[in-house]
């Protein structure tokens, strides 16, 4: 069974006329008549009752003739949707994510994405920011996200917002730190971070910043890790405001003064200069400007 063969029965039907219904099809009539005889093989089904001033369908053909309309307009739904994908962007991206997702609005942004541009394929790979800066440089990554003040004049920066950051502690230091001043604190024990993570230069600046140089607990790369080992007691570190206070509310942490927000950091989509004037680029960032509300 062909679409053609389809058209003819249903344009047959319609006109009840087997000339009238060539001249629609710009068909010769016993072309017309080879197509229905072949559909009715096909079938092994009578489809049309012939009389002295044209045709009729039989009740087989009656029954047959609702879904043969709806294969025909499904075809042109195709046909039409296909059409509108003609000149689209198409390819995959590969981007690299920190943190939190929702932190980023990646959820919003790939879908704002995905409406917008059907043929872009994304792929995410999740990391710290300084992995995802050196792979973007590489450009193994097409670009990704990034916290805190890129170094490299060949990566470009699309700022989104700033992340504010608390300290947060664990609930048995809380009666010692929690109204401390700077200098108390630089008695505390601290959580160190991978020097592979942005957040290592955060928490020096913020540290040289108040002149104090606290006794370091370990490395560690990732807040979620931070947030355990606060919570299991080891020690004191820097969370993300909303991470913060969110485990605050419930009280398994503590927040030094009530949730202070001591630093900022800069949040930015970063990508190779060499893409600056990639159309891709630009899609990739058009959407995100939408999605923060930035112009």
Known sequence: MEL????????????GHLTQAA?????????V??????????????LFERYPGGV??????????????????????????????????????????????????LGAWLSLLRETYPLITVQTTHGISVSILNEVRKKTLDGGFYLGRNPYQNVMNLPLGEIG?????????????????????????????????????????????????PKVVG???????????????VGIGILAERTAQRFASDGSIVLWRSGEVVTRAPLQFIYSGDRVSDPMMHKLCATLKTIWGLE
């Open 4 to 15: 053609y063969q389809l058209r003819t029965f249903v344009t047959v039907a319609q006109q």
């Open 23 to 31: 001249e629609l099809l710009h068909l010769s009539q016993p072309a």
């Open 33 to 46: 008549t080879a197509q229905i005889k072949a559909l009715e093989e096909q079938f092994g089904l009578a």
């Open 56 to 105: 009729q369908l039989t009740e087989a053909g009656k029954l047959l003739m609702p879904d043969a309309e709806q294969i025909l307009a499904q075809a042109r739904d195709l046909l039409h949707k296909a059409k509108s994908l003609q000149g689209e962007p198409t390819g995959k991206v590969r981007i690299g994510t920190i943190g939190v997702p929702a932190r980023l609005r």
């Open 165 to 213: 950051f608390c300290i947060a502690m664990p609930v048995s230091m809380a009666g010692q730190y929690q109204n401390a001043d700077w200098s108390q604190l630089g008695g505390a024990p601290w959580l160190g971070l991978s020097q592979l993570t942005s957040l290592a230069d955060i928490s020096l600046e913020l540290w040289r910043s108040h002149n104090i140089a």
């Open 219 to 233: 490395e560690f790369d990732e807040e979620a890790t931070l947030l355990e080992l606060i919570k299991s007691g």
